[in-house]
């Protein structure tokens, strides 16, 4: 395998079948062959989707003036259609050293929760850090509560929204979430919420 390649568990699958097809026959062979494109297709329309909604995105964040760059714009302050995504990166440990100190070896090091929302137009990220004294869960509310603190201080005012995230349930594919995405609609603080999510 090359490195850095990340396959899913269908693609897993697909290839270990095919690379241990001798017992079958042509038309299984075909039919797996067949079933396996049909999902790397599908995979890059999704990826193709992804990739015209940020250039859409960049587009628009092109053509503002300076004023309507700054973030923490009130809601439905400017008529645009902006794309965002956002997940949880991997646990961060303080205090980090690149080299591990012999004492240090023994000490547990503090545990920070990472979640980033990437604005795709401009191309920035805000950062929530959460302490482990915080004792937050990667769950559907956490997720919520920080998308709307983003969308309330560092949101652009956009009318329309697009949102990309992965599937997992817990955290993003779940009624709360969505609930969410209906309740900005409903109390105008968004004309528009479109959920996009990658395969899995």
């Given at each position: 395998m090359k490195p850095?390649?990340?396959l899913c568990h269908t693609c897993q699958s697909f290839?270990?079948?095919l690379s241990c097809s001798g017992n079958l026959n042509e038309e299984e062979k075909e039919d797996i062959l067949s079933k396996y494109q049909?999902?790397?297709?599908?995979?890059?329309?999704q990826r193709d989707h992804y990739r015209d909604q940020c250039a859409a995105a960049k587009s628009t964040f092109v053509q503002l003036t300076p004023e309507q760059k700054i973030r923490g714009q009130p809601p439905c302050t400017l008529q645009s259609e902006f794309h965002y995504s956002f997940d949880?990166?991997?646990?961060?440990?303080?205090p980090h050293y690149a080299q591990q100190v012999g004492p240090?070896?023994?000490?547990t090091p503090r545990k920070c929760q990472c979640f980033g929302i990437c604005c795709e137009g401009s191309g920035t990220q805000i950062f929530y850090l959460v302490d482990e004294a915080q004792h937050?869960?990667?769950g559907a509310n956490t997720v919520t509560s920080m998308l709307h603190h983003?969308?309330?201080?560092h949101g652009l005012g956009e009318t329309d929204v697009k949102l990309h995230m992965d599937n997992c349930s817990?955290?993003?594919?779940n009624n709360t979430v969505i609930g969410y995405g209906m309740w900005r609609v409903m109390t105008g603080l968004h004309e528009s919420v479109e959920f996009s999510m990658m395969e899995v």
């Open positions: 850095a390649t990340d290839s270990s079948t049909e999902h790397v297709g599908h995979v890059k329309e949880y990166a991997q646990q961060v440990h303080y240090l070896f023994f000490k937050s869960n990667k983003h969308f309330m201080y817990g955290q993003n594919k």
